[in-house]
């Protein structure tokens, strides 16, 4: 063929070429991507199962959750403190047992067991203990006072052995003794009452009600009457003491 012939070769060589590329697209992907597409579709099924049964744990736990919550608002507030106490009282018994069953002391092995600190902090913690717990009676109140007092008292050893071997056992009265009234304190015995001058002037300046004052003026019909004038006075009387002047002198204006 001559030189004028060489565009149509050019152009039947590319129609030959995109009817390749078309025939290799039409034929779909090769092995290689078609086992890559495969292993990615794998993967997100397994992700997917592992999403659903996390969810379905998740649901599961939340309703057990939901009937323990359930259980518990229905028990008695304190039922934790006597649950505990109950384990204790359980763990104890089975302990003592044990004890029994070896031979043992169960209070000399319970202090064995209990470390020096423990031990510490129990004794700090009963000094810090207040002992007394308010009004109740007048004869607990009276049995307070008395121990309190009493406490203050250091006792006379020598004078006690002299009249442990004068009297004997019956220096201990029960109720066949017949002692009342055979024993004479001495001026040194009574002598050591704690603080009783002290106490008896303390007794004579208290008085849980203010003494009446003879001399202060009477501006009330009543007593209710007085407790107001009072509390007007605490309050007001700084600002109302020149008015209250002048209406006693009468130039007032």
């Given at each position: 063929r001559g030189p004028g012939s060489l565009p149509g070769a050019l152009a039947e060589c590319g129609s030959f070429q995109s009817s390749e590329e078309e025939e290799e697209e039409e034929a779909g992907p090769g092995p290689a991507a078609a086992a890559a597409a495969e292993q990615r579709r794998e993967e997100r099924l397994r992700r997917f199962r592992e999403l659903h049964m996390k969810r379905y744990e998740a649901c599961k736990l939340n309703s057990q959750e939901v009937v323990e919550e359930d259980k518990r608002l229905k028990l008695p507030p304190n039922w934790e403190a006597k649950k505990a106490r109950l384990e204790w009282e359980l763990q104890v018994q089975e302990k003592k047992k044990e004890c029994a069953a070896r031979g043992e002391d169960y209070e000399r092995v319970k202090l064995l067991e209990i470390s020096a600190e423990d031990a510490e902090r129990w004794e700090r913690k009963k000094k810090r203990k207040n002992?007394?717990?308010?009004?109740?009676?007048?004869?607990?109140?009276?049995?307070?006072?008395?121990?309190?007092?009493?406490?203050?008292?250091?006792?006379?050893?020598?004078?006690?052995?002299?009249?442990?071997?004068?009297?004997?056992?019956?220096?201990?009265?029960?109720?066949?003794?017949?002692?009342?009234?055979?024993?004479?304190?001495?001026?040194?015995?009574?002598?050591?009452?704690?603080?009783?001058?002290?106490?008896?002037?303390?007794?004579?300046?208290?008085?849980?009600?203010?003494?009446?004052?003879?001399?202060?003026?009477?501006?009330?019909?009543?007593?209710?009457?007085?407790?107001?004038?009072?509390?007007?006075?605490?309050?007001?009387?700084?600002?109302?003491?020149?008015?209250?002047?002048?209406?006693?002198?009468g130039t007032a204006v």
């Open positions: 002992p007394d717990l308010g009004f109740s009676d007048y004869a607990a109140a009276q049995l307070r006072q008395y121990q309190r007092l009493t406490r203050q008292i250091k006792p006379d050893l020598e004078q006690y052995e002299k009249l442990k071997e004068q009297y004997g056992e019956a220096l201990y009265p029960t109720s066949d003794s017949l002692l009342h009234g055979s024993h004479v304190p001495s001026k040194e015995g009574v002598d050591r009452m704690p603080l009783l001058p002290s106490r008896i002037e303390k007794r004579e300046k208290y008085s849980r009600r203010r003494p009446y004052n003879d001399d202060a003026d009477i501006d009330y019909i009543n007593e209710r009457n007085a407790k107001f004038n009072q509390k007007a006075e605490r309050f007001y009387g700084k600002y109302t003491a020149e008015i209250k002047q002048n209406l006693e002198r």
